[in-house]
């Protein structure tokens, strides 16, 4: 499904205020994410609480944050077991192929900032509405294993909306239940890693989900949102298998 960018809109009433969530854990991580978002910007309009509503500071600091690479959306369901949005790359993509990944992609000019590049791509690979986002925040930037800078936008949707892969990028659409990230430890994965000509078997966290491997630059993601919003400190490592007996 293709969206026009400029259809894309979203004002101070697409921001989740915490006091409204009637959840504990997704209003404790909703207040962590925009203490987040409002820290990484240093501009002196955005603490004038006066002046400027709560919502509208995490907007201008979301307008004012420097163009990623790429952007993806960390999407949570707005319920009491929250589970949160992942999709599998399609085995035919040139990058990232049969990874698991959140929905999201890379910027395009007409997109104007992170957040729509966000949106704009979960709309073409799972048919999110982008009206149907209640966004909290964003997380620092994760560099990819190309080297591109990625900018993870964090928001709620509906637990009850229905959507569709685009099998042109991605294979499936699963999730994660939200809580158990929050609980349970990461599993080491071994994957086979080919630099110059080089092949070496890199051992790394991650999370066995519904069957997938969440690792990489995803896994990076999550432990980044765990560490914002629940000071959940984990050690991401990539270390060369020692083969020798």
Request: glycine content about 4%; some cysteine; overall charge negative.
């Amino acid at each position: 499904m293709l969206l026009p960018p400029q259809s894309i809109s979203f004002d101070e009433l697409s921001v989740a205020v915490p006091t409204f969530i009637r959840y504990p854990t997704l209003r404790k991580l909703a207040e962590r994410v925009q203490h987040e978002t409002l820290n990484a910007v240093t501009s002196p309009a955005l603490y004038d609480a006066h002046h400027t509503s709560h919502s509208a500071r995490i907007l201008d600091s979301l307008y004012q944050t420097p163009i990623a690479d790429a952007s993806v959306l960390v999407a949570i369901t707005h319920e009491r077991h929250p589970k949160l949005l992942l999709t599998r790359r399609a085995a035919h993509m040139n990058s990232h192929a049969d990874e698991v990944s959140c929905a999201g992609g890379k910027y395009e000019i007409s997109d104007g900032n992170n957040v729509i590049t966000a949106l704009r791509e979960a709309c073409e690979e799972t048919a999110l509405p982008p009206n149907k986002v209640q966004l909290l925040g964003q997380l620092p930037i994760q560099t990819s294993k190309s080297g591109m800078s990625v900018r993870p936008i964090v928001a709620l949707i509906a637990p009850d909306l229905i959507l569709v892969p685009e099998l042109g990028e991605i294979s499936r659409i699963f999730w994660a239940d939200f809580e158990s990230l929050l609980t349970q430890p990461t599993v080491e994965y071994a994957v086979e890693y080919t630099m110059q000509d080089q092949t070496a078997t890199l051992l790394t966290p991650s999370w066995q989900v519904d069957g997938e491997t969440v690792w990489g630059l995803t896994g990076r993601v999550i432990a980044s949102l765990l560490e914002t919003g629940f000071d959940r400190q984990l050690e991401w490592y990539y270390r060369i298998q020692n083969t020798r007996l």
